[in-house]
């Protein structure tokens, strides 16, 4: 199932309208409800925050597309509000997180699997094993501090273990910079991939610096000030695959369709019907802004937007376990390390990040104290018989 994107037009932007009773919907259910359902809400706030990021970024510097970016970001910013606000309020900070990393492991290994550039591929397998390694380290946390099961909310569809181990993913800047894909020649798949995965990193990186302070055990403090910190490395990684001279018209309509894109992976994959419905109203949302900056396009830029865009959508990104994916992209890679713009072997370390790793260990890595003994059972430590599991991760 694929739709037109050229044919469908969507909702007019004049006819897009909330009130405050229509902002805020039925929550999901943290445990009822399958867990892509949590994925893709978190994915989606994400999505619609780097539409808001983007535009305030454009309006600042372009002074004759102010009024037009304003008529679409208040829209956007009111689906944000009612993707947002369909968490629960029963699930809490560290819950949030755990479906944060699941959302960053399920959704680039899917990213990585369906992308048709290899230097691409490999840059998001790289920034996936890190994922995979923050996901185990809250879980870690979890048991820590309330004696949960992380498994309970990723429902058995993503492996918690070890990945490549957060203390050694600190790196020099210049090791975090890729090389961009050529706007000319890249495939439209890999601009509404970068997109994607950049948002939800993003997104990531300011929701840990948000509830970090909250927490009052010290090493839990220090877990997200560490991870933080990665995160913040992983959107400089992935803005810098972008290309840098697309046009400020050209990156707002590949914002547009990538929000369209995945409106539509969300929509043609959603269990929960109220869900569903919201995608699908958001999905056309989202065509009708596409229209709206294509018609922008061809005026200011007298380009025809099938310049940039696909007639149709790419596959859907899979909201599904990529158990098997990750387990072998771990099993050859989690000893890869980046030096400049390439992704190397462990012996091509770059100097710059080992001296920049090594000053910032100085002191201990949070993310090896909170896992020091930690091995995931089923039901979390508390339940094993002889306590303390026998540590199984790689050791940096």
Known sequence: ??????????????????DWRDLVRVPYSKLDDDAFTRVRVILMNGIESEALRFSHACARMNKPLQLQLARVRRVEQHQQTLVNWLHPPDQNVLETTIGFEQVAIEVTASVAIHEPDPYLKQVYQFGM??????????????????????????????????????????????????????????????????????AGEHQTHDYYMTVGPTFSDPIARQLYAEIASIEEQHVTQYESIIDPYETWLEKWLLHEAAEVYNYFSCYSQESNARVRDIWERFLQY??????????????????????????????????ASHRSYVRKVL?????????????????????????????MNAA?????????????????????RNGAAKVNEVQP
């Open 1 to 18: 199932m694929t739709i037109d994107i050229f044919k469908e037009r969507g909702i007019a932007l004049e006819k897009q309208e909330f």
């Open 331 to 359: 099993n050859q890679e989690v000893d890869l390390r980046a030096n400049g713009t390439q992704i190397v072997p462990l012996k091509e370390d770059s100097a710059a990040s080992v001296a920049y790793r090594e000053r």
């Open 129 to 198: 094993l890190e994922d995979f390694d923050h996901l185990y380290r809250y879980a870690a946390l979890m048991d820590r501090l309330e004696g949960k099961d992380a498994n309970a909310l990723t429902q058995c569809y993503t492996d918690i273990r070890a990945g490549r181990p957060t203390v050694v993913e600190h790196r020099a800047p210049e090791d975090d910079l890729r090389e961009p894909y050529d706007r000319a020649k890249a495939e439209p798949i890999s601009k509404l991939n970068a997109l994607t995965i950049m």
């Open 286 to 319: 989202e065509l009708g802004h596409l229209h709206y900056v294509m018609n922008l396009f061809q005026t200011v830029e007298k380009r025809d937007p099938a310049e940039i865009l696909p007639q149709t959508l790419p596959e859907p990104i899979k909201y």
């Open 364 to 384: 201990g890595s949070p993310s090896q104290t909170v896992a020091a003994g930690y091995q995931w059972a089923p039901g979390g430590e508390l339940t094993t």
